[in-house]
C-alpha cells in the first residue's frame, strides 16, 4: 500500500501532461496497424472469456490495449480540418431540393462531389471510432473481472492460523529460512573474493558507519537545541511554529537517516548475499516508516505544553497515544520485511499466514486503542450535552468504527478469512494516519499564512488557509481510493477522463475549457473593475454629470462589463450556448412564476439607474422611512436613516410606490419656523423681528425672500410662522434651531412674552383628605365615576 502512495504522485506526473496534449491533437500519427490491433482484440476477448489468466497477465494485457485505446481516440480527430471546411461549403450551397424537385446541374454536381470527398475524409475517424469503442469495451470488462476477482478473494475461507495443525510448517519454514540465511552469511565472510572487496571498501564502509552512527546517536539532541528557542515563542508567533514544524520533521528524519547510512556502510562491505538484500532492501523502509510514525504521532499527541492539541486529551493518554503510533508505524514497517521475505522464499498459504497473524493481532489492539482515544476525545469535547457539537459526534463515530475494526479484523484473519481482516485493517491504519497529516498540513498552512501576512489572531477563521485545506483534501481523495484497493491503472483512467472531459447537457467540459473560461472572465473583469475606477476617479469629475449620474454609469458600466466578461468566457472556452437553449427555457418559465419577484426588483433598479428619480445622496422619505439614499444595487436600495440605521427597500416599492424626494432636482428646500406670542403683543413688531430674524440667517435664500405668516388666534396664542427657502435643506434642523436661538433673545429684549398654557385643577369631596378618614368602596368608586367624568369634560381657565 506504502508502494502504492508512492507511485501515486509519479502516475499524475506522467497522466498530466500526456492528457492534454492528446486532448488538443489535431491529427494523430498515420499508419495505425489494424491488424495488429485485430490479433490483440481476439486474443483479449478469448482470454477474457476462458478467466484463466493470473491478475498480473490481465494488467499487462490491459495496459495493451490502453495504448492502443489513445491510438484510436487521437485517430478521430483525422482530417479534423477539413472536414469542417467541406461541410461548411455543403452548407453554402444550400439546402438540398425537396422530393420532386430540382436543382441546377452545377450545384449538384458540386454537391455530390463535396459530399463523396467529406465521406472519405470522415472513414479514417470513424474507423478510429469504432476500434475505440471496441478497446473501451475490453477495458471495462477487464476491469469487472479484476474487481469480481478481489471482492472474491475477500470472501475465501483460508487456513486458520489460529490452527495448531498450521503452526509445524510455520516454524520449519521460519527456522529453514533463518539457517539458509546464517550459511549464505558464512559462505560470504570465508569467501577471499569478498575479503578482498572489503579491505578495498573499508574507507567508505568506515564512513558510512561514522555518519550514520553520529545522526541516530546525536541527531535528535542537536536538532532538539534548536528548538529551544521557537519553543518560547510558540503561543504567539506563526513563524516560531513553523520554525518548529520543519525542524520537527529534521528531528525524526535524522536517525531514519542514519539508519539508512548504516545500511549503505552493511551493502558497501560486500558481504551481503541474495537474502540479505532482501532485508537490507526493506529495513530503510522500516526506518523512514517509523520515523514518519513517531512524527505524526507527536503532532497528534504533542508533549510539549505550548503546542497545538488537536484532541481533547489528558497529559498521560497523549503520551500512550505517541507510544502507540511509534508501534504501529514498527508494525506497519516489519509487515512489509515479512511479505518481502515471504514472497522471496515462496512461503505456503498457511504458513504464510501463521507468520503474519501476530503482526495483525497488535496491529488490530493499537488501533482499537487509537480508537478509543477518538471516542475519549469526543466526550471531552461535549461535555455530557446531548445536544454534541457536530465534530464532536463525527470523531466519537469514527472512534467507534475504528474500534470495531481493530478488533474485526483480526477476528476474521483467526477463522480464515485473512484476506478480509488485513484489507480493512491496516487501510484503517493508513486512513488514520493520513487524516492526521491533512490535519497537520492544515496547521501547516495556517501558521505559513500567519507568518507571510503578519497576522496572529483568527487565523483559524480566515478564509485562505480553510480554502487551501479544503483543496488539499479534495487532492488526498485519490490516496485515500489507492488505500482502500482501487488498482493504479483505474486511477489512472479516472485521471485521464478527467483531463478529456465530459459531456454535461450537451456541453462538453473539460479542465482546459473551464481554465480558459476562469482565465478569460477574470481578465474581463478586472478590466471593467479598472475601467470603472478610471471613469470614476478621472473622467466623469471633469463631466457636468452629478454625483448620482456618476454613481448610474459607473454603475451601468460593471453591469454591462462582467456581462460581456461572461459571454466572452464561455465563447472561447467552447460552450456551445445553443445546446443549452431548452434549459434556458425552462428557467424562463421559472423566472415567469417563482422568481417574478426577483426579476421585478432587477428590472427596476435598471430604471433607476436609468430614469434616476432617485440617485446615491438624494434625501427621500418613503412612508414613514425618511433618510439618505447609500446605495443603489441590482435587487434594492440601502437607505440610511438619521439615526445612522440602514434600511433595505426593494427597487420595485421605489418604482411602484409613492417616494418624496427633497434633493432630486437641487439641494434647495423651505423650513418652517413656528412660534406663539401673548394676546395684547404689538403683531406688527413680533412680524419685523421675525423677518429680520429670517433674512440675517447666512443659509436662507433672498430671492424668493423669506416671509413671515401671522397664522390666526390659537387657544393660547397667537400664532406666526417664518418660512425660508433654504440653500442646502440639509440643514434644515440647524436653521430652526439657529433661528428659535435668535427669537427667544429678540423676544426677551422686546419684552415680547411667549405663552404657556395654566390650568386650574377642582377636587370634589375635599373632605376625603382629611386625616384619620376611612373610606368605604362605595365612597371610593364613586369618587372613581366622578373622576371619569371630570376627565370626559375638564374645565380649563386661561390665568
Known amino acids: ?89 455543403i452548407e453554402a450551397l444550400g439546402p438540398p431540393p425537396e422530393e420532386g424537385q430540382s436543382e441546377p446541374e452545377a450545384i449538384a454536381t458540386e454537391r455530390a462531389n463535396l459530399s463523396a470527398r467529406l465521406v472519405e475524409a470522415e472513414a479514417p475517424g470513424r474507423r478510429a471510432e469504432a476500434e475505440l469503442r471496441r478497446a473501451q469495451g475490453l477495458v471495462g470488462e477487464i476491469d469487472a473481472l479484476l474487481a469480481s476477482r478481489q471482492a472474491g478473494a475477500l470472501l475465501t475461507l483460508e487456513p486458520a492460523p489460529v490452527n495448531p495443525a498450521n503452526w509445524p510448517g510455520a516454524i520449519t519454514a521460519v527456522g529453514e529460512y533463518l539457517d539458509a540465511l546464517w550459511l549464505e552469511n558464512r559462505r560470504l565472510w570465508g569467501s577471499d573474493i569478498y575479503r578482498a572487496e572489503f579491505s578495498e571498501n573499508i574507507p567508505v564502509v568506515l564512513l558510512y558507519l561514522i555518519v550514520g552512527m553520529v545522526l541516530i546517536l546525536r541527531g535528535w539532541r542537536w536538532i532538539g537545541r534548536m528548538m529551544r528557542k521557537p519553543m518560547e515563542l510558540e503561543e504567539s508567533s506563526p513563524s516560531a511554529r513553523l520554525t518548529l514544524f520543519l525542524l520537527s520533521i529534521a528531528q525524526h528524519l535524522a536517525p531514519a537517516l542514519g539508519v539508512l547510512a548504516l545500511v549503505q556502510a552493511v551493502e558497501e562491505s560486500s558481504f551481503v548475499g ?106 471531552a469535547e461535549a461535555g455530557g450535552d446531548e445536544a454534541a457539537p457536530v465534530r464532536a459526534r463525527v470523531y466519537g463515530l469514527v472512534g467507534r468504527a475504528v474500534v470495531v475494526l481493530g478488533f474485526a479484523g483480526p477476528l476474521l484473519a483467526a477463522v480464515g478469512y485473512f484476506t478480509a481482516g488485513s484489507s480493512f485493517l491496516f487501510p484503517a491504519v493508513l486512513s488514520l494516519s493520513l487524516l492526521a497529516i491533512l490535519g497537520v498540513l492544515q496547521r501547516l ?159 427596476s433598479g435598471i430604471i433607476l439607474l436609468v430614469e434616476r428619480p432617485i440617485k446615491e445622496g438624494d434625501w427621500v422619505q418613503i412612508g414613514t422611512t425618511a433618510g439618505y439614499v447609500r446605495e443603489i444595487s441590482v435587487r434594492s436600495t440601502r437607505i440610511e436613516t438619521f439615526d445612522r440605521s440602514d434600511v433595505i427597500v426593494p427597487n420595485a416599492d421605489l418604482i411602484s410606490g409613492v417616494v418624496t424626494n427633497m434633493t432630486h432636482h437641487n439641494s434647495t428646500g423651505r423650513v418652517i419656523v413656528p412660534v406663539g406670542v401673548a394676546y395684547g403683543t404689538d403683531t406688527r413688531q413680533v412680524e419685523a423681528i421675525l423677518q429680520k430674524i429670517a433674512e440675517a440667517h447666512p443659509m436662507v435664500l433672498l430671492e424668493p425672500e423669506p416671509k413671515v405668516v401671522f397664522q390666526g388666534f390659537g387657544a393660547d396664542s397667537l400664532n406666526f410662522e417664518i418660512r425660508a427657502i433654504l440653500r442646502d435643506v440639509n440643514w434644515m434642523l440647524s436653521v430652526k434651531s439657529d433661528m428659535n436661538h435668535e427669537i427667544a433673545k429678540a423676544f426677551a429684549e422686546a419684552g415680547i412674552e411667549i405663552p404657556f398654557a395654566q390650568r386650574d385643577i377642582w377636587i370634589r369631596n375635599p373632605e376625603a383628605l382629611r386625616p384619620g378618614t376611612v373610606l368605604t368602596q362605595a365612597d371610593l368608586d364613586a369618587m372613581d365615576t366622578e373622576t371619569d367624568a371630570e376627565d370626559a369634560s375638564p374645565q380649563e381657565d386661561q390665568q
Open 274 to 379: 541474495l537474502r540479505g538484500s532482501v532485508i537490507l532492501g526493506a529495513i530503510p523502509n522500516i526506518a523512514f516508516t517509523v520515523a514518519g510514525a513517531l512524527w505524526v504521532g507527536r503532532q497528534v499527541f504533542p508533549s510539549r505544553a505550548g503546542a497545538a492539541r488537536p484532541l481533547n486529551l489528558p497529559d498521560h493518554i497523549l503520551a500512550r497515544g505517541r507510544r502507540t503510533a511509534g508501534w504501529l508505524g514498527l508494525l506497519l514497517g516489519v509487515s512489509q520485511l515479512l511479505d518481502a521475505i515471504a514472497e522471496s522464499e515462496v512461503f505456503e498459504p498457511s504458513e504464510r499466514l501463521v507468520v503474519f497473524f501476530p503482526i495483525v493481532l497488535l496491529t488490530g489492539l493499537l488501533l482499537a486503542r487509537l480508537g478509543r482515544y477518538l471516542v475519549l476525545h469526543a466526550k
Open 445 to 603: 498552512v495556517t501558521n505559513l499564512y500567519g507568518a507571510l501576512t503578519g497576522r496572529r489572531e483568527g487565523l483559524e477563521e480566515a478564509l485562505t488557509p480553510t480554502l487551501i485545506g479544503f483543496l488539499l483534501t479534495l487532492a488526498s481523495v485519490p490516496i485515500f481510493a489507492l488505500i482502500w484497493g482501487m488498482r493504479q491503472a483505474q486511477l489512472a483512467d479516472l485521471w485521464e477522463q478527467l483531463l478529456l472531459g465530459f459531456d454535461l447537457g450537451g456541453v462538453h467540459i473539460s479542465p482546459r475549457s473551464f481554465l480558459m473560461f476562469i482565465i478569460v472572465f477574470v481578465a474581463g473583469y478586472t478590466a471593467t473593475r479598472l475601467i470603472q475606477s478610471t471613469l470614476r476617479g478621472s473622467v466623469l469629475p471633469k463631466t457636468k454629470l452629478d454625483a448620482g449620474g456618476r454613481n448610474a454609469v459607473v454603475t451601468g458600466t460593471g453591469y454591462v462589463g462582467i456581462f460581456l466578461a461572461a459571454l466572452i468566457a464561455i465563447t472561447v472556452a467552447g460552450i456551445d450556448l445553443s445546446s443549452i437553449a431548452i434549459v434556458a427555457g425552462a428557467l424562463s418559465v421559472g423566472i415567469g412564476f417563482g422568481l417574478q419577484a426577483i426579476v421585478s426588483n432587477f428590472v
Open 1 to 89: 500500500m506504502l508502494r502504492r502512495l508512492l507511485a501515486l504522485f509519479a502516475l499524475v506526473l506522467v497522466l498530466s501532461g500526456p492528457g492534454l496534449a492528446q486532448e488538443q491533437a489535431a491529427a494523430p500519427a498515420a499508419g495505425i496497424d489494424y491488424a495488429q490491433w485485430a490479433t490483440l482484440a481476439e486474443r483479449a476477448e478469448g482470454v477474457i472469456d476462458s478467466e484463466r489468466a493470473s491478475d498480473p497477465a490481465f494488467e499487462s494485457l490491459r495496459a495493451q490495449i490502453v495504448d492502443w485505446r489513445e491510438q484510436f481516440r487521437a485517430a478521430t480527430t483525422t482530417n479534423a480540418a477539413r472536414i469542417d471546411t467541406l461541410r461548411a461549403q
